[in-house]
C-alpha cells in the first residue's frame, strides 16, 4: 500500500508520497476524511490522483483552492495532469473573477 | 540562537566581507573584471548596458549598482567606469557616483580619462584595490541576532513537492525571522496568479494591497498580450514534466515559501525597504536576476528552495552559483530524490517531511541552525565554486 497527501479540506486531488504502480492500493486521510482504492495507472512520486469521480468542467480542488478543471472524466485512482486537467488562468480568453 | 556577523556603521549586519570592484557602466566591465580576478576577497559586478534603456529600466539600473555597493556584506568598495559621468541623468555623477563615495565605508574610485587610459586605469585600479582589500579586512564579527538577517527567498525547479515540503519549511523559516525583527524578500509575480486573494489578504496597508494587486493584473495582462498560451511560458516545462500541470497550482505551491506573516509592502527590482519585516518584490522569476534584486534591495543572504524533479539523475549541478553577487545562496529541497541527485551543490536536505514524516517545525529548526552557521562564515556549498555568473537586471520597458 501506498499514501498519498491530502492537503486541505476541500481537495479533491492528492499527491503520491512515493511512486505507484498500477494496481497497487493508494489510501489517504485528511482530518475526519479518509479514502483508498487502487491506482488506475502508474503515478509518478508528487503526482496527483484523484480521490473522488470528476466530471468534464469540474473543478479541480488542491491547497483548498481551485486549481483547474477536469477537460475529461475522472476516476478516482486515476492520474490527474495535463492530459485530463487543464488551468484556467492567464490564458488569452480568461476573464476570471479576481479577488 | 545567534551568529556571528559583522556589525556595519548603519547597524545593518553583513555575513560576508566582500571588496566590490562595481563599474558604473557597462563600457568598463572589462576594467572591473580585470582588477577584480587579481585581488583578494574581490567580487566584481558589471551593470546591463543602459544605451536604449527607457529612463524607469536606466533608474533600476542605477539603484542595483548603488545598492550593491551598500550591501552590508560590503566592506569595500571601488568604482570603475570610462568616465564618471556616463551621460544619462540616472547614471551621472551625482546620481551614481557620489552617493557611492559618500557611503560610510571604504570606498575609492578609478576612470579611463583620469588616469591616462585604460591600461594606466588597470594598474591604478590594481593599487587602489588592494589598499581598500586590506583595509576591509579590518572588520571583525561579533555575536549578533538571527533577527538581524536579512534573507531573499525564491523557489525554483518546483515540483509537487515544493508546495508540501520544501516551501513550508521555508516559510516557517521567514516567520521566525519576522517575528524576531529581521527582513525578508519573496517575488515572482508571474507565480502569484492563482494565489493572489491569499497573499492580498496579508497586505495590513490597503495602499500596499492594490498596489499588489495591480502588479499581479499587470502580468497577467501581458501574458495574455503575447496571445499565447501562459501554459506553455509557465509553468515551465520542467515544472510540468514533475508532475505540476497549472499556474495557479504552482503559484499556490509558492506563496507558501512566504510564510504567513503580514507583508509589509511591494518593492521594485532592487528597492530597498523602508523598515524591516516581510515585502513582496514586483519581478521576474528567472535565478540569474532575482537573486541580485534581493541582493541589491539589502539581502545578505538567499534561499534557493529547489523541487527539482526535473534535474537529471546524478550529480545534478544546481543552477546558478555567484547569483547574489555579494550574497552567498544556500540550495534547499523538500524532495528527498532531489536531494541524493544533487548532493554536492545543495545544502539542505528538507525531504524529511516526506521520507520521514518529520514535523515541517522539526526541520525548520534545522534550517535555521544551518543559516546561522552559513551567517557565521561556513561556505555554502555553491559559495566555494569560484565562478562568475553572468546576472540580468529586470528591464520593463523597450529596447529601442
Partial sequence: ?99 | MTFQGFVREDGRVGIRNHLLVLSNSRAAGNLASIIASHVTSARCFVPQSEYGREARDRETIARTVRGLAANPNVGAVLVVGVKPDSGYPELSREALLEPILALDKPVDSVFVDACGGFHAAVGEGLRKARILAREASRAVRREVDFGSLCIGIKCGLSDPTSGFSGNLVAGRLVDDLVDEGGMAFFSETTEVIGAEHLAAKRFPDLEQRRKFLEAVAWTEAAAKATGQDIRSINPVPANIAAGITTLEEKSLGALSKSGSRPIRGVLDFAEAPPAPGLYFVDSWMATVSLFLGFTAAGAVLNIFQMGGGWLPEQDAMAPGHDIGRVAPTIYMTGNPYTYAKAVNDIDFDAGGVIRDRESVDHVKDRLRTHVCAVASGMLSKVETLNVHEQLEMYMRGPTL
Fill in chain 1, 1 to 99: 500500500m501506498k499514501h498519498l497527501i491530502v492537503k486541505s479540506d476541500h481537495d479533491n486531488v492528492g499527491n503520491a508520497l512515493e511512486a505507484v504502480p498500477q494496481g497497487e492500493v493508494v489510501a489517504w486521510e485528511h482530518g475526519t476524511r479518509q479514502g483508498s482504492f487502487p491506482a488506475r495507472e502508474p503515478i509518478p512520486f508528487g503526482f496527483k490522483v484523484a480521490l473522488e469521480p470528476l466530471s468534464a468542467g469540474a473543478d479541480i480542488v488542491g491547497y483548498g483552492e481551485v486549481i483547474g478543471v477536469a477537460t475529461r472524466d475522472i476516476l478516482p485512482g486515476d492520474l490527474v495532469h495535463i492530459h485530463n486537467m487543464a488551468g484556467k488562468r492567464g490564458l488569452p480568453g480568461d476573464t476570471g473573477d479576481r479577488a
